[in-house]
């Protein structure tokens, strides 16, 4: 996903204390943000197309060719993708850090990436590695880290699931020629996870 900047000094006041969320809302948070990627998906697939083979061939190298074949990419033209219906709550409960989706650059719902503007390198990179964990995870357990993720920290960017695909797509932006598995790399991270 992209990102949005704001002042977090400023915020830490209005931040909600993590030890407030039960199991059970937890659970629901899940079962709606699950049912929220699978409705935005089923929205867009129909107007979305395959990965152009230019993108293909410059990060092929780097994703499996079963999951550039399944991914799909939309660039929407005259509208922006609209808010989640939990963004009210999002907001609030991290104290106004959560990412404005009007200026994010991309959002990946399950198996289809939806651009704002353009598809570009490192954005693209960006979705298949939400993609791939997505396929590794399914999208129950996809939800429940990200979900749990953000409870924990109650910040967008200290997500573990969103943390690995921006250290991944920096890696890859700032070493184009040195070539890595995603895959390869979401499974060692689950690995180590599950020793802590």
Not at 111 to 136: C, K, S
């Amino acid at each position: 996903m992209g990102g949005c900047t704001v002042n977090e000094e400023e915020r830490d006041g209005d931040r909600v204390d993590p030890s407030e969320f039960t199991e059970e809302r937890i659970a629901q948070m899940v079962a709606s943000v699950a049912t929220y990627f699978r409705r935005e998906r089923d929205l867009y697939l129909p107007h979305c197309k395959p990965i152009a083979a230019e993108w293909r061939k410059s990060i092929g190298a780097y994703f499996s060719a079963a999951l550039l074949d399944k991914v799909k990419a939309l660039t929407l033209q005259g509208a922006r993708i609209p808010p989640p219906p939990f963004y009210a709550e999002a907001m609030r409960l991290t104290g106004g850090r959560f990412p404005d989706f009007v200026h994010m650059t991309s959002v990946t719902y399950i198996d289809v990436i939806v651009f704002n503007e353009r598809i570009e390198a490192r954005p693209l990179f960006h979705g298949l590695v939400h993609a791939t964990q997505l396929e590794i995870l399914g999208v129950e357990k996809y939800v429940e880290l990200y979900v749990r993720g953000f409870v924990k920290n109650l910040s967008w960017l200290a997500i573990p699931l969103e943390d690995q695909a921006y250290k991944l797509d920096a890696r890859f932006a700032e070493a184009p020629g040195e070539i890595f598995r995603v895959d390869e790399e979401i499974r060692k991270w689950l690995k180590q996870e599950k020793k802590l």
